[in-house]
């Protein structure tokens, strides 16, 4: 593996789409959210095999005992959630990336100080990740590794052990439309479903300022992704250094083994325009009115 590209997201907005769409390229290695699912023995990869039938799977699962790691495709035990530890709030305040740089810094001393063996376990999962993301590559034979797994934290960790250079893509889609998908697919309130939004791309915003540089960072809207898709790509391949030979017109989806929501099932090579979206009334006003909302919204050049 020459290069670890990381997607950086708010839920809902068009990662899956994306790995099918760098997966495409003979470079880009992926299985989609590599850390975001536990896979239960029924779970389908997108290749159309149960999890556990699935030949790339068991090729990994041989690669990685190889390595020496134990491994488990229901748990591929590289997970960082705040509730593996039992204390959610104490675990928060690490997971949160401050706008303070010196503060930021501060707090993760904290932790790596007072908390070695927190720490410690959570870098050996991340240690855990980064050879598993290698030993995809190595199966693939595409020397670039994109993980849409999203969470921030993870990067974080992930950045701080890797041996090649880190990339970010930030993606966002119209905030509305993410919060209507929200609501509709996960339940969410309204309200919970507004501040979802602005919390993680605001966190993004963040860890942008206090950890990458802009030649490491893409922002990529959903919305160009789909409706210019060739310029888009054009400008992707040139960020990480490829050719911009991406093969979505002889799609072959057995070739892919993406694990993510369920449209990696329901994915046919095909990039749709994105339809507009439409909240209901109150829902549009909550949004509309909320000043942090339409802060990011501008800045995302919604309005
Ligand atoms: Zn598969």
Redesign the pocket.
Known sequence: MKQYVYLLSCEHSGSTLLSFVLGAHPLISTVGEIAGYTHYSNYK?????T?YE????QQVLKEMSREGFSFDLSDFGINISPYLYGKPYFYRLYHHVFYNQQLEFLKNRFFEIFFPSFYRDLILRVKKNFILANVISQIQKKPIFFDSTKDHFRLKLLKQISSVPVKVIHLVRDGKAVVGSMIKREGYSPHKAINTWIKKNETIERLKKNYFSESDWFFLRYEDLCNNTSLILSDLSNFLGVDSSFNLSSFDK?K???IGNTMRLSFDGTIRKPSVPSLETEVENLFVLNKRAMSLYRKYGYV
């Open positions: 990869c997108s290749c159309g095999f999890f699935c030949p790339f799977w057995s892919f083994h993406v």
